[in-house]
């Protein structure tokens, strides 16, 4: 490892004149001020005020911070420091470590006060601690600490603002200055943005609202996105204090468990975590929704300056953070999510937040914006309409869309694992040179394998058949929903899976294909599926509004394949099933929620002024049944005109 180190951005700089670093590298060796002026032939007082001008210009308190200052500076190398190498160091044990870094920036009462010990008892453990490392003096200790990267410009400077902040890519730069705003005037804010660019805006708002003493904790569930969410966070903080997870025992100890990164340390206990980061030292702390309860204990009298919430859809883990009773205190939180909840008993008119629990929506982050910044692909909505999808209809369609559209990679997402199985094997009877696939649950050996062959195999039409996640950057050309009995919330999950790119430049278009039955004619699925888009996209939701309101339809919404001759496709290019479908489960909410209260009618409380009565009469009576027809023709479609044809959203 070398020993030169470039000065850190925010470190300000020491005298750098031959004079200045001739002092330095003396006070960084293990000789007292008594001992440098005998070897000097001068007095002691010139080196008291040699060394009083140093830390002056270094704006430290003490010797041992003006030694980890020039050290950070890169000035001085293990030789001045008076070891051979760094290899006594790695050797320290967790607590050693600590005991490091409070020493670089604090006095021993500061560092008692942390450790919950007196003072006798912290010369004793630095005493210890030079017995391990073989030095003479803690200063020497605590250089070494800096070359080797434990020790950071954080623990030297306690009391000094410090952030460091990248170049901020401009699809973010928005987002970023709202959340800010909105994290100074409430200490809240609620960003909705795709689950990949979550990670990339917490880490901008912590560089620019970090300073050397912020302790940061982030929460994330320890699923698909763990590994990148702390790596992307870790580098974040890697000079304005450490970074530690902080895991329950049992998903430590999981089989198959996601990956932590490499130079990330891992606590399972509340001793573990303290050991790690203390109390009060500059830190990011990452966590899972279940590792809260583990800190709560911990942090009753020292509260996160800034929380961070990182969800795929709120309230999983949204709720958890901030006022839930596993949360220790904090004094800002940002809750990050893909969608919020399209109903809920405490909704909003806005978005189906509460805001009581989550704050008002600060800011959104378009998929646009993320499919121009490379970060999603673009799509296109189009709807299909089969006799039955539970048997032979769905084969013949799957054939006929890969047919008509030359798909090569196509993704069925259906309700179940059960129905996922029986889809596969309705497929594989319409044509048996079709290489399908059922994938298995996340935690399945075979798991990774499947999607691998799905990736790259040789075969010309590959279908991968699912009930439930799917993995991001599969880089399908379609993703066939196939039931309109899932949450919007989950649908729009797997959405957001289809159109995470697999690499740089892997762009094409994403074709999302709702698959209705033609039986019962309201289009359950393309409700479905275009209440989890407008859940990604408020601009989309407006439009959808709009379309409602007129009755004419949704210009973006294609046809993927021919209507059978009897359907009325107006009723397909309307996307009324989408807000009414959406209506009648607010209604739903309302009506159970009146019944537990016991108190008001649940017609009285409609959101949207209706009665759930009326509202029922008009669903009986004015959407009459389509009947059924033959399976939709193989014959290849030309796409719509782009006016009529929306390929981004």
């Not at 646009?368 to 369609?397: K, N, T």
């Not at 694992?417 to 029986?422: K, T």
């Not at 479908?581 to 016991?598: F, K």
């Amino acid at each position: 490892m070398s020993t030169a180190m470039a000065r850190p951005a925010g470190v300000p700089a020491p005298l750098d004149d031959a004079a200045s670093q001739a002092w330095a590298r003396r006070m960084a060796g293990p000789l007292t001020a008594e001992e440098i002026a005998e070897q000097l032939g001068c007095n002691v007082v010139e080196v008291t005020g040699a060394v009083t001008r140093l830390r002056r210009a270094a704006d430290v308190r003490s010797r041992t911070a003006l030694v980890a200052a020039h050290t950070l500076a890169g000035h001085l190398t293990a030789h001045n420091l008076g070891a051979p190498g760094l290899d006594t160091i790695g050797d320290l044990g967790p607590e050693q470590l600590l005991l490091l870094r409070l020493s670089a920036g604090h006095s021993t009462g500061d560092i008692a006060a942390e450790l919950g010990n007196s003072r006798a008892t912290v010369s004793n453990y630095r005493a210890n601690l030079l017995v391990s490392t073989g030095l003479a003096s803690i200063h020497q200790a605590v250089g070494l600490g800096c070359l080797a990267g434990i020790v950071r410009p954080a623990d030297v400077y306690p009391d000094r603002e410090y952030n460091t902040t990248a170049p901020l890519p401009a699809h973010l730069a928005t987002v970023v200055d709202r959340a800010r705003r909105a994290l100074a005037d409430t200490g809240r804010a609620l960003v909705v943005a795709p689950r990949a660019e979550q990670a990339g805006l917490a880490r901008a708002v912590t560089d620019r609202e970090a300073d050397a003493g912020t302790r940061v904790l982030a929460v994330t569930p320890y699923g698909e996105h763990w590994a990148s969410d702390v790596a992307t966070l870790a580098a974040t903080r890697r000079e304005a204090g450490h970074v530690a997870v902080l895991l329950t025992r049992s998903e430590a100890e999981r089989p198959g468990r996601p990956p932590t990164p490499p130079g990330v340390p891992v606590a399972t206990s509340l001793r573990g975590m303290r050991r790690l980061v203390g109390t009060t030292l500059p830190a990011t702390v990452i966590t899972t929704p279940a590792g809260l309860e583990i800190l709560a204990a911990a942090h009753t009298h020292h509260p996160f300056d800034l929380s961070i919430a990182l969800d795929d859809h709120l309230p999983q883990v949204g709720e958890r953070v901030g006022r839930h009773p596993s949360c220790p205190p904090v004094r800002a939180v940002l809750r990050l999510t893909s969608t919020p909840r399209l109903t809920a008993t405490g909704r909003t008119r806005h978005e189906g937040c509460d805001p009581y629990t989550t704050g008002p929506i600060t800011a959104n982050l378009m998929p646009c914006q993320a499919v121009e910044a490379g970060r999603m692909r673009p799509y296109r909505l189009a709807a299909a309409a089969a006799p039955g999808l539970r048997g032979e209809g769905l084969g013949d369609l799957v054939l006929a869309l890969a047919s008509a559209h030359h798909l090569a990679r196509v993704v069925v997402h259906g309700a179940t694992d059960r129905d996922a199985a029986r889809l596969a094997k309705a497929i594989t009877d319409g044509d048996g040179g079709v290489q399908i696939d059922v994938l298995p649950a996340g935690h399945d050996p075979e798991h990774n394998t499947v999607v691998s062959r799905f990736r790259h195999g040789p075969h010309q039409l590959r279908v991968l058949v699912t009930g439930g996640r799917l993995p991001a950057g599969l880089d399908a050309d379609a993703l066939i929903h196939t039931t309109g009995e899932l949450p919007a919330a989950r649908t729009a999950a797997a959405i957001e899976a289809a159109l995470t790119p697999v690499g740089p430049g892997r762009q094409r278009p994403l074709l999302l294909i709702a698959a209705d039955s033609t039986a019962h004619g309201r289009w359950g699925t393309l409700s479905t599926l275009t209440a989890a888009l407008a859940a990604l996209d408020p601009d989309l939701k407006k439009d959808l509004r709009r379309a409602r309101a007129t009755g004419g339809g949704w210009p973006g919404l294609e046809l993927a394949l021919p209507l059978p001759a009897d359907a009325d496709e107006q009723r397909a290019r309307a996307v009324c099933a989408w807000a009414d479908t959406t209506v009648a489960e607010e209604m739903r909410d309302t009506a159970e929620r009146a019944r537990a209260t016991d108190t008001l009618h649940p017609d009285l409380l409609s959101p949207t002024g209706l009665r759930l009565s009326a509202w029922q009469a008009v669903r009986r009576h004015g959407l009459p049944s389509a009947p059924a027809a033959g399976p939709p023709a193989r014959q290849r479609l030309t796409w719509p005109s782009p006016s009529t044809s929306r390929d981004t959203v």
